[in-house]
């Protein structure tokens, strides 16, 4: 039986979970649970990203411990899975989990036995909401395009991977497919930062500047790993990378799909960093790399500083989880963005799930009753218009089958 992996991103804790989050959320569990249908051995994995600096400073705001205060937000992101019905299978958080830390340092040791790790003394600004380092010119106005915040300079020595090695490789593999990449448009974009020139980057910073937060790198105390590369790392710690075993070979290695939904702010995180980092360590690539655009809410950036955004668990615990899920797949346009407002989610409920399929399994089902003695019965001599319908009826899983294969969400909606 083939096995296919399929992963959401892992949110930073530093706030609630946000809509858009939801999103990727219920993309991939449909993803996963259509497979399962299909026969495939599924593994739908999650988790949070605890290391950042970003926690660090969330947990000093909110005046307690760092470890307390990540386990009480990312709480909030695993306790999604009920609200959503998520079929999720595993999930790891890179602060508590033992199979993460010792992962991570297992996949250094190949990267820097591959010669692509190397001490190098950098300076940068550096945005701290973002975790990732500008140059001046990708900034506007001096300040960080996605936060408006003026970045910190940077001034410090670090590991540096050699990103720069993989570019031929990388660039093939993604033109040609070996790397799949959703939709066509992000694929385009990847093949242009790799054409642009791909430099090295960070793989470490100094623990006085994590304040000693995170994963410490083996043999360099001064140092801590990078939060990117360790919350790369996590879908190959998750199937206990560090011990190397049946659940690797399993849901790695020998998988037939691995498939990473993410949004598309961290495209450049897990379609060159990643792939990178795996072939500099030897091991499988991504097969899938499936982006999904941002939601607004009424017409504004959902912002987790602005803390005034929809909550999905309070959306689904009032309207209910069938409502917010299919408002999550019929409205949203394949890698789009989308506007959410509660009257678009109240009045897809009501025309299609209440006063479509509601309403057609309640009339069929009275019908039965009233006309057919309570038994369906054999199909006999069929007029033009339930010819239509059956055809319909035959075409759907077709269809849906062919919508999904392409992620694409709301034309399999349309199918339905
Ligand atoms: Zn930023």
Redesign the pocket.
Known sequence: MPSTYITTTIPYVNARPHLGFALELVQADVLARYRRSIGEDVRFQAGTDDNSLKNVLAAEAAGVGVQEFVDASAAAFTGLARPLSLSVDDVIRTSSDPRHAAGVERLRRACAASGDLYRKHYEGLY?V??EQFYTAAELEGGR?P??G?VPERVSEENWFFRLSRYAGQLRALIADGAIRVEPAGRRNEVLGLIDGGLEDFSASRSTERARGWGIPVPGDPGQVIYVWWDALGNYLTAPEYAVGGENLSRWWTGAARRIHLLGKGVLRFHAVYWPAMLLSAGEALPTDIVVHGYLTENGRKISKSSGATVDPHDLAGHYGVDAVRWWLLREVARGADADFTVDRLVSRANDELANGFGNLVNRVVTMIHRYRGGRVPAATATPPAAAALGQAITDAPGQVAGALEDFDFRRGTEAV
């Open positions: 945005c909401g973002c960080c996605d936060h915040t």
